[in-house]
Each structure stands twice: as structure tokens, then as C-alpha cells.
T-cell receptor, first 112, second 112 residues
Framework: GNSVTQMEGPVTLSEEAFLTINCTYT??????LFWYVQYPGEGLQLLLKATKADDKGSNKGFEATYRKETTSFHLEKGSVQVSDSAVYFCALSVAGGFKTIFGAGTRLFVKA | GAGVSQSPSNKVTEKGKDVELRCDPI?????LYWYRQSLGQGLEFLIY????????KSGLPSDRFSAERTGGSVSTLTIQRTQQEDSAVYLC??????????FGPGTRLTVL
């Protein structure tokens, strides 16, 4: 079946530190991969996506590369800010499938 | 254009009462999802509507939960005889042609 596994949080970093949140997946077919972000008190919003192998999604200084050989889609940012404090969800959707499978979420705290 | 809206934003109810939660999807989006997010937890899929097809109810936790979508647009999630374990944030999302889901801000339900 399809599943998403992401690193457990919380992750606590100082401002300007490098961020990596690991995400691996299992899927039948060729999934599209997503990172969603949920800021405190808000709903989820799409952060970035990649639809095929070796694609790199990027937005707001975050990026993730679709690695088919390692079935991974790790989220990275070179220098985090306090405003990046949020919960980050890795997700996949199989082409033609209706469900998006979400990981459990990783909470990020960034200290000033 | 307008995003996904949900109402009410907060609902406090007494154990045993029925509640109705409303979702207005993005105009033209044919797919609509309901999720539940308990405190500090990931997303739990509840139900999915796609056009005029029969909804996928496989995620509903009990027969106290039901949902309908009228005219292919607005959806209502009903919880009958609420229990304290129903306390959570209920998120609605809609999807257009791509696999990206657009989320509403959620309804925070508290059952006393």
C-alpha cells in the first residue's frame, strides 16, 4: 500500500540554522510528492511539490528533491527563521488516485 | 478567488449533543475531503466526495459520523451524540484538476 514516513518531532533549531526534515514513502505507481505547512492556528497550505523523479520543488527558501532511487523527499532550508515555526507534513498522491496520504507531521520550533 | 471556508471556526458543545460543521469549497472544485486532527496528531482521513460519485466513507470512525454534499458544492459533517473523544480540529479540503488540496482554516470542536 501507499504510506509516508517522516521524522518525529519536535525539531528545535536556532535562527539561521540549517533544516532537514526527512521523508520517505512507499507507493504503487508513480506518485506526486508534496510538503504542506501548518502555521499555528491555521489550516494546512501547500509549501512545495514535485511530480516526477529528480524534480526539485522549491518555495520560500525551502526545497525538496524527488528521489526515486531512495524513495525520499527530504525538506531542506539553508537558514531558518522564527517565522518558520510550524508543523510540516509530507504527503503523496498517486496519479489517478483520489487520496492524498499524509505523514504524521513534524513540528519545528525556531528560537531567536 | 476565495479559498475554502469553514464554519463555525470554534464550537463548544455538551456531551451527547449533535453538531453540524460546514465547508464551502473553492468554486469549481469537484473533490472535497474531510479530515480530523486531534491535538498534536497528524491528519486522519474521514470522507471523500468526488463529483456525483458515491462518497468514500471508509475513514468515518463510527456511525455517529455522517456527511453530505449538496449540489456538488457545500458539505456538512454531522456528529451525533458527541463524545469527549470527538474533540479535535476538523479540516475540510477541496481539489481541482491537480493533486493539490486546498485546506480551510478548520473548525475546532470541544466536547465538554
Amino acid at each position: 500500500g501507499n504510506s509516508v514516513t517522516q521524522m518525529e518531532g519536535p525539531v528545535t533549531l536556532s535562527e539561521e540554522a540549517f533544516l532537514t526534515i526527512n521523508c520517505t514513502y512507499t507507493a504503487t505507481g508513480y506518485p506526486s510528492l508534496f510538503w504542506y505547512v501548518q502555521y499555528p492556528g491555521e489550516g494546512l497550505q501547500l509549501l512545495l511539490k514535485a511530480t516526477k523523479a529528480d524534480d526539485k520543488g522549491s518555495n520560500k527558501g525551502f526545497e525538496a528533491t524527488y528521489r526515486k532511487e531512495t524513495t525520499s523527499f527530504h525538506l531542506e532550508k539553508g537558514s531558518v527563521q522564527v517565522s518558520d515555526s510550524a508543523v510540516y507534513f509530507c504527503a503523496l498522491s498517486v496519479a489517478g488516485g483520489f487520496k492524498t496520504i499524509f505523514g504524521a507531521g513534524t513540528r519545528l520550533f525556531v528560537k531567536a | 478567488g476565495a479559498g475554502v471556508s469553514q464554519s463555525p471556526s470554534n464550537k463548544v458543545t455538551e456531551k451527547g449533543k449533535d453538531v453540524e460543521l460546514r465547508c464551502d469549497p473553492i468554486s469549481g472544485h469537484t473533490a472535497l475531503y474531510w479530515y480530523r486532527q486531534s491535538l498534536g496528531q497528524g491528519l486522519e482521513f474521514l470522507i471523500y466526495f468526488q463529483g456525483n460519485s458515491a462518497p468514500d466513507k471508509s475513514g468515518l470512525p463510527s456511525d455517529r459520523f455522517s456527511a453530505e454534499r449538496t449540489g456538488g458544492s457545500v458539505s456538512t459533517l454531522t456528529i451525533q451524540r458527541t463524545q469527549q473523544e470527538d474533540s479535535a480540529v476538523y479540516l475540510c479540503a477541496s481539489r481541482g484538476r491537480s493533486n493539490e488540496q486546498f485546506f480551510g482554516p478548520g473548525t475546532r470542536l470541544t466536547v465538554l
